[in-house]
């Protein structure tokens, strides 16, 4: 049985305001994240910060969890592929 077109725009309206959430609490966790880190005392243009996140996203797809625990073990403040050592 075919589903009736209002119908199907109802269930499109509550998907799309589950992603509006859903997008604002990743927005809201990534933010938090981003000034404990500092970024909110940084002055840089939105287009370098994009291609830096974008640079960081990939990062992390391309390497799983290893790429995870290798980005954990860089020294704060010290640029990315840097290892702390201690």
Known sequence: MKKPSRQIRDEIARLQEQLKQAETREAERIGRIALKA?????????????????????????????????????APGAPAGVAEQG
């Open 38 to 74: 500092g970024m909110g005392e940084i002055e840089i243009e939105e287009g370098a910060l994009l291609s830096a996140f974008e640079e960081i996203a990939g990062r992390f797809r391309k390497g799983g969890s290893r790429t995870a625990k290798a980005a954990a073990a860089v």
